[in-house]
């Protein structure tokens, strides 16, 4: 039953990319970029545990992929119904049609007001100075890092202040790209430094979003890279943020197990931490499937559904943690979905949803997740009609899509709030468009 539901699995997975792409817009669409996400957070540790099902402990694995298979044939049914309704007959002209060129599509060109730049970078410095301030510095954190979400509770404003730092040469790199320049030496040498010093957070998905956006953003003004480029560069990104940023951070957690170790971090990464990869992949790095296991293993049996109590969280989630209400859980959800104030589960959308209103509530969040990436994927479609920061902003959002599917607890898809916001803030606050015709004609 297991390898056929994975199978299942892998047969809607390939039918989901087919659905999304077009040769208008290729994989730079949130249905497509959806589907890579689900094959890194689902599909791998799915067939991982089918092949060794000793590694999921509590809980059903034949039920856990069931619910994954489900979501998946929802979020399919969304994406197809909207696309279905939105242009019964434009798929097909699209794909018939050459795509015009960036230059004759686009209506507008892109200045960036250097002062905004600045001010932005000012608020990412100060925000990266107070979070290592206040949790030891940048070393601790590396050192620590099987303690990330205990350092950085409460101190989500600071880390979004930081990002900053990420969102000015993201943004100042597009605007070249949408002018039909190169990304330049500086503005790529500015990102490094600024992805460099983010690692040391640990937390991957503030590493994955910006390079997802980058590279959705230049294929989709500019596409000058064949495919296979664009998949070896893909495979290269994936191994740095999962394996290597994955093996500095499973170091630390060794750390804490084995107190006292002379192993270093070099040892580590060359001899224990590739022997038991597959089991800390689909166990920890990619822990969905096992989440999801363990959810339905706790409602309805130990505890009644929630009911929308996470929903509520998120609405309280602006409040300092400080003064914040608590919207406590159910004991036995409690321990296992929050075992300790220490190690914080990164709960995907089919987790949040099941605990909330079980299956039925698992259906309609899928559904609504796909018809939500349809309506991104067709307004993409029309991005040469957009400003500079409406594509930024239509991009940023394509992203949060694929990382609610990984973790849609209320802490974490206000962080997703935030993140659209801010790269979207930094590029409508330090933008000065103009309609290509109106400088022509000034031109003249």
Request: charged share 15%; glycine share 8%.
């Amino acid at each position: 039953m297991t390898y056929a539901l994975a199978t299942v699995q892998t047969v809607l997975l390939a039918l989901l990319v087919a659905v999304g792409w077009s040769s208008a817009r290729e994989w730079a669409g949130a249905g497509v970029v959806a589907a890579g996400t689900w094959l890194l957070i689902f599909l791998i540790p799915s067939w991982i545990l089918t092949a060794d099902p000793s590694l999921l402990t509590v809980g059903s694995l034949e039920g856990a992929l069931a619910s994954v298979d489900l979501s998946l044939v929802c979020f399919i049914a969304g994406y197809g119904a909207v696309r279905w309704l939105t242009d019964r007959g434009a798929r097909a002209r699209d794909d018939r049609q050459s795509r015009p060129s960036p230059a004759h599509q686009r209506r507008w060109v892109t200045s960036l007001d250097g002062r905004w730049l600045a001010a932005w970078v000012v608020f990412g410095v100060l925000g990266f100075a107070a979070l290592f301030a206040t949790t030891g510095g940048p070393i601790h954190f590396i050192r620590n890092l099987a303690a990330e979400g205990a350092m950085t509770r409460g101190k989500t404003y600071f880390i979004f202040a930081g990002m900053a730092l990420v969102w000015v040469p993201q943004t100042v790199i597009c605007a070249r790209w949408w002018n039909g320049r190169g990304a330049g030496p500086g503005p790529s040498v500015a990102l490094i430094a600024a992805l460099g010093l983010t690692a040391t957070l640990g937390a991957r998905e503030l590493l994955a979003v910006p390079l997802i956006e980058l590279g959705m953003f230049y294929w989709t003004v500019r596409r000058r890279i064949s495919g296979r480029s664009a998949v070896a560069l893909i495979a290269v990104a994936v191994f740095v943020i999962v394996f290597v940023v994955g093996m500095v951070k499973r170091y630390s957690n060794y750390v804490v197990q084995h107190p006292g170790t002379r192993v270093t971090r070099l040892e580590f990464m060359f001899n224990q931490g590739p022997s038991d990869f597959a089991h800390s992949y689909a166990i920890n790095t990619a822990d969905g499937i096992v989440l999801i296991a363990l959810g339905e293993h706790v409602v309805p049996s130990q505890a009644p559904p929630e009911l929308g109590k996470e929903l509520l969280r998120l609405v309280l989630q602006v409040i300092p943690s400080s003064v914040r209400p608590r919207i406590g859980a159910a004991p036995a959800i409690a321990s296992a979905i929050y075992p300790s104030r220490v190690f914080v589960y990164a709960q995907p959308l089919a987790l949040v949803a099941y605990l909330q209103f079980e299956l039925p509530g698992l259906i309609v969040a899928f559904l609504v997740a796909g018809a939500g990436a349809a309506a991104l994927d067709r307004e993409l479609l029309a991005w040469g009609a957009r400003r500079f920061s409406t594509l930024m902003l239509l991009l940023a959002l394509g992203t949060a899509v694929s990382m609610l599917l990984r973790n849609a607890a209320a802490p974490a898809a206000a962080d997703a709030i935030v993140e659209v916001a801010g790269i979207w803030a930094v590029a409508r606050t330090s933008e000065r468009a103009h309609s290509r015709s109106s400088m022509l004609a000034a031109g003249r």
